[in-house]
């Protein structure tokens, strides 16, 4: 198989905010899905959540996204300031839930699908307030 190229594309003020939308869609699936007792589900979308997220801050704050490999978003958000240091952090964490419970056999842990919606929700609310700040 072939490695993903490392690509970034370009972010326009408006596709960041699209971004955010996007993110905040996923965590609203993640909360119910975590309400509904399905932690793979609520996990796989807060891990969709907090990429989009990413996106957005990433987009804001430096006009670019990540393309192909996820060690790449972190890369790039370690180049956006504060904000992005602090969102490498959180998205770090929370790629950890990814494969568990998006490809693994055996269900997420209750606890894990939580962690990964907290995790996902802290990095939607830096995008919105990176979003506010970059409002003319």
Same mark, same amino acid.
């Given at each position: 198989? @072939? ?20 993110? +905040?869609?996923?965590? +609203? #699936? ?10 793979? *589900? ?5 891990? @969709? ?8 801050? @990433?987009?804001?704050? *430096? ?8 060690? +790449? ?5 370690? @180049? ?8 490498? %952090? ?10 568990? #419970? ?14 990964? *919606? +907290?995790?996902?929700? %802290?990095?939607? *609310? ?11």
């Amino acid at each position: 198989m @072939t490695p993903r190229r490392n690509i970034r594309h370009p972010v326009s003020p408006s596709d960041a905010r699209a971004y955010l939308s996007k993110s +905040e869609a996923w965590l +609203e #699936a993640a909360v119910e899905s975590l309400d509904a007792s399905r932690w793979d *589900v609520a996990a796989g979308s807060a891990v @969709t959540a907090g990429i989009s997220a990413c996106d957005a801050i @990433t987009g804001a704050l *430096v006009g670019q996204r990540a393309g192909g490999e996820h060690v +790449e978003a972190l890369s790039l958000l370690a @180049t956006a300031g504060d904000d992005g240091r602090y969102a490498a %952090r959180q998205l770090s964490q929370l790629l950890r839930f990814k494969t568990p #419970a998006q490809y693994d056999p055996a269900p997420l842990p209750a606890a894990d699908a939580r962690k990964a *919606v +907290e995790l996902a929700r %802290r990095l939607t *609310v830096r995008a919105t307030t990176v979003l506010e700040r970059r409002r003319p």
